[in-house]
């Protein structure tokens, strides 16, 4: 029984109903007092503010037995639909959350959600932005993480924030291209991707574009869901939900339409001037921003190979 339907059973009754009876921590969806749709979650814990918007009104109570109750009431029934996500979004983020971290955890969840309901339209990264990101985000789930612990690595993670570089850290960058099985070259779209006085990588990230009903093919949210479940610090985890925000990703089902297979991921050294490179003193005066396509087959010396 997906949210809507739960939401539907309770109309006539105006009651509550606990919404997972495995689920740790005891949220309820039903209606309130005003008749308007409610999730709310009875915790141990202490009071944390709450904002509330125009379209989402949210109370943080303490009840007889001394247990909180933190309700999110819509207010907008035009908003129903964004609302059933946001509620399976509280939910299923909070299945390994420990009970110390619950209210802050769910404080910074619902900072980020009003963002989304500031947005009617709720629009969804487009299909170019969706493949960059993950590209980003497998790397940092194959190699990163591996190399770097997941702590650093996302502290390290550059792309969301619009620097030149997606990772840098200790005296290495990488810079991630995610491309089409079938591409013969990679886009590069300033200098400053590929020059600096430290060495560094150009990681390739080939994909295949594919079903969910392909064996091992990634969703961006499915991706972004098993990175979430790797991090137990929840101030890394604000970090890491804070740069996806930053880039415009708020969970939408329309993202599991895009799914790709990973062929490979391709390292290359660039770390001196005869990787085929623009570097901006090389640039004529008068010109400020160059883009340029690099030839796959002629960075093959460059391969790191392990």
């Known amino acids: ?6 939401f539907e059973n309770e109309k006539e009754t105006k009651t509550y109903r606990r919404y997972d ?13 005003n008749n308007n749709k409610s999730l709310v979650l009875v915790i141990i814990g202490e009071f944390t503010k709450f904002e509330s918007t125009k ?12 247990k909180l109750s933190l309700s999110f009431n819509l207010i907008d029934n035009n908003y129903s639909d964004i609302f059933y996500k946001f509620c399976e979004d509280m939910i299923e983020n909070t299945r390994n959350i420990d009970n110390d971290n619950i209210i802050k955890f769910l404080n910074m969840r619902w900072n980020m959600w009003r963002i989304a309901f500031k947005n009617s339209s709720n629009k969804i990264l487009n299909e170019n932005e969706i493949k960059g990101l993950i590209g980003e985000l497998i790397f940092l789930n194959e190699y990163m993480i591996k190399k770097y612990g997941i702590e650093r690595s996302i502290r390290s993670w550059q792309g969301p924030l619009n620097f030149h570089k997606d990772y840098e850290i200790s005296e290495n960058w990488y810079e991630i291209k995610a491309i089409s099985n079938n591409s013969l070259t990679v ?17 390739i990230v080939i994909l295949e574009q594919a079903n969910e009903l392909v064996n091992e093919c990634v969703s961006l949210n499915k991706l972004i869901s098993i990175i979430n479940n790797k991090i137990d610090n929840i101030d ?21 339409k895009y799914n790709y297979r990973v062929i490979d991921i391709n ?14 003193k090389e640039l004529k005066k008068g010109i400020i921003n160059v883009s340029y396509e690099v030839a796959l087959n002629d960075i093959d010396s460059y391969l790191i190979k392990e």
């Open 236 to 256: 890394v985890k604000r970090i890491f939900w804070n740069k996806l925000d930053n880039i415009g990703y708020l969970y939408d089902e329309e993202y599991d």
């Open 187 to 203: 886009n590069i779209s300033s200098v400053e991707q590929l020059e600096s006085n430290f060495k560094g990588e150009l990681d």
């Open 21 to 33: 009876e495995i689920h740790k921590f005891d949220w309820f969806v039903g209606y309130n007092e």
């Open 55 to 66: 379209i989402i009104n949210v109370r943080l109570e303490k009840r007889i037995d001394n």
């Open 1 to 6: 029984m997906n949210l809507c339907e739960k």
């Open 267 to 280: 390292r290359y050294r660039v770390e001196d001037d005869t990787f085929p490179r623009i570097l901006r």
